[in-house]
Every structure is written in structure tokens, then in C-alpha cells.
């Protein structure tokens, strides 16, 4: 079974350029996360999908970061104009249900210069 | 909303001896809490896990042990292995009502 999809990898950029990440989840999971992780930090949640719809994303800076889940499958996370303090790694992550348990993908490294 | 506390932030130990990794929750209600494993470079990778109904859950060398009375959980690695060297970060949430928040983590190295 094929996990968590999420592309590019990598991402360099200038800052106040566009940016797009792009999720798969595992096939069945209803729940998806996007998570920020700075350099020696944890996770941190940005938005969470329950199918289609957006059920927690007050951490989301909603002036420059925007998020979609069409379908309640694939997800795409946009940055407009980016930061130099966007600079990170986005994780995205899916669950199944009620379980809690989540799973990761590799992540895409945004470095914004 | 829930707060993670973990320490310490960085752990040395010989090959061979046991590391333990704490934390702390504020929520109450909080009920699930995994123990993710982070290598360089690469995505957090679920290594165990334990719910509010059970105070001890062990697979091979790897135990955890959960105190809801003083919300407090904690990863045992024993016989640590070079390999088990990686950043651990542990989690808390209210399983399928509210993601998981997690700790700043915990950057172990295991020396040969």
C-alpha cells in the first residue's frame, strides 16, 4: 500500500513568489493534515480536512496561506507571496476515522530566499 | 487548547543503556498518544503508540507508559542500538476529534 504522496520535495524560491505543495493521502483516509515543521521543532498544525471540509484551521495565516481539498482525496497547500520566515518543512498527513493514528508524508522543504 | 511539554530536549547514551523520554499533556481530555521517529531528512515515522485505557504498552524494546492522574506519558528505548539515534517526538490528541499536538522533541544519540 502506497503511504502518503506529497510533492516537490524540494522548493526554492524568492520571496513574494507563489508557492504550491501537493498532497495524496493513503486511499480511504477521510482525515487530512498539513503540518509546519521548523528546523528542531515539532509539527504544527496548519489546516485539517475531514473529507472535503476544512474543520480546524485557525492556525493558518489566512492573508498569504490558502488550502483545498477537492474531492476529499488530493489537497494543495499555496503560499502567495512567500516569506522569508516561510521557510520550513510542510508535512502533510492522513488518518482513518476515529483512530488518531496519522502518517506522514516525506514532506516538502520550502527555502525561501 | 493542548500543550506538550517534552524533555529533555537532547539525550546521549552508550550503546547498550536505556533512554527515557518524557512528557507532559494539559488536556485532560486528551486520550491518544504516539511516540513518532524522526530520522534526518526523512518524514515522522510512528514507532508506538498508547490509549487512555491501558498504562503500559511495550513492543520489543520499545515500552511506554501513560499517568492520566498526573497527565504525564513516557517512551523507554532499552538495549539502546546506533540505529535508534534519530529525533523522538511525542504527541497527544483527542483521538478522532482534535489533531495531534506535539513536543518540540528529542534528539537522541546512541554511542557506539
Known amino acids: 500500500e502506497a503511504g502518503v504522496v506529497q510533492s516537490p520535495r524540494y522548493k526554492i524560491i524568492e520571496k513574494k513568489q507563489p508557492v504550491a505543495f501537493w498532497c495524496n493521502p493513503i486511499s480511504g483516509h477521510n482525515t487530512l493534515y498539513w503540518y509546519l515543521q521548523n528546523l528542531g521543532q515539532g509539527p504544527e498544525l496548519l489546516i485539517r480536512?475531514?473529507?472535503?471540509?476544512?474543520?480546524?484551521d485557525s492556525q493558518l495565516p489566512k492573508d498569504r496561506f490558502s488550502a483545498e481539498r477537492l474531492k476529499g482525496v488530493d489537497s494543495t497547500l499555496k503560499i502567495q507571496p512567500a516569506e522569508l520566515g516561510d521557510s520550513a518543512v510542510y508535512l502533510c498527513a492522513s488518518s482513518l476515522g476515529g483512530s488518531g493514528e496519522a502518517f506522514f508524508g516525506q514532506g516538502t522543504r520550502l527555502t525561501v530566499v | 487548547g493542548e500543550n506538550v511539554e517534552q524533555h529533555p530536549s537532547t539525550l546521549s547514551v552508550q550503546e547498550g543503556d536505556s533512554a527515557v523520554i518524557k512528557c507532559t499533556y494539559s488536556?485532560?481530555?486528551?486520550?491518544?498518544f504516539p511516540w513518532y521517529k524522526q530520522e534526518l531528512g526523512k518524514r515522522p515515522q510512528l514507532i508506538i503508540d498508547i490509549r487512555s485505557n491501558v498504562g503500559e504498552k511495550k513492543d520489543q524494546r520499545i515500552a511506554v507508559t501513560l499517568n492520566k492522574t498526573a497527565k504525564h506519558f513516557s517512551l523507554h528505548i532499552t538495549e539502546t542500538q546506533p540505529e535508534d539515534s534519530a529525533v523522538y517526538f511525542c504527541?497527544?490528541?483527542?483521538?478522532?476529534?482534535?489533531?495531534?499536538?506535539f513536543g518540540k522533541g528529542t534528539r537522541l544519540s546512541v554511542i557506539a
Open positions: 480536512y475531514e473529507n472535503e471540509e476544512a474543520v480546524d
Open positions: 504527541a497527544a490528541s483527542k483521538a478522532g476529534n482534535t489533531p495531534l499536538v
Open positions: 488536556d485532560s481530555a486528551s486520550n491518544y
